[in-house]
Nanobody
Framework: QVTLVESGGSTVQAGGSLSLSCAAS????????MGWFRQAPGKEREGVAA???????VYADSVKGRFTISQDIAKNTLYLQMNSLKPEDTAMYYC????????????????????WGQGTQVTVAS
C-alpha cells in the first residue's frame, strides 16, 4: 500500500497558476503509474494527467498545453503544474498510484489505480 497526501490546492483567478504536490509514503510496492484525477460537484471523476515509471506522460485533451505532470522519484513526490487556469478546472484534485504494469493507453483510467489520496481543492474564480 502507498499513502498519498496531496497539497497545493487553493482559490485562484482565471488565467492564474497553481502547483499541486502529492507526497507518497509507506511503500509496499513501487508505483508503475501515477496520475492526477479531478472531480467537480455533480460530475464524474476524470483523469487529468498521468506518468509512468519511465517518465512517459499522458494528458486529457482539456488540459494539454496548460498542465504539466512530473515526478521526483528520490523525493517520492508527484507534481502537477497548472497554468492558464479556467473556471472549468474547478474541482477536487486527487493523486493515485498503480503497482501493475499496464498499457500506457490506460494511464488516465481510474480503475487501474489502487491507492488514492484524500484530495486537494482547486477553485478558479472567473
Amino acid at each position: 500500500q502507498v499513502t498519498l497526501v496531496e497539497s497545493g490546492g487553493s482559490t485562484v483567478q482565471a488565467g492564474g497558476s497553481l502547483s499541486l504536490s502529492c507526497a507518497a509514503s509507506v511503500y509496499t510496492y513501487t508505483p508503475v503509474g501515477m496520475g492526477w484525477f479531478r472531480q467537480a460537484p455533480g460530475k464524474e471523476r476524470e483523469g487529468v494527467a498521468a506518468i509512468d515509471i519511465d517518465g512517459s506522460t499522458v494528458y486529457a485533451d482539456s488540459v494539454k498545453g496548460r498542465f504539466t505532470i512530473s515526478q521526483d522519484i528520490a523525493k517520492n513526490t508527484l507534481y502537477l503544474q497548472m497554468n492558464s487556469l479556467k473556471p472549468e478546472d474547478t474541482a477536487m484534485y486527487y493523486c493515485a498510484a498503480d503497482p501493475v504494469s499496464r498499457p500506457n493507453s490506460t494511464l488516465l483510467r481510474g480503475w487501474r489505480y489502487v491507492d488514492w489520496g484524500q484530495g486537494t481543492q482547486v477553485t478558479v474564480a472567473s
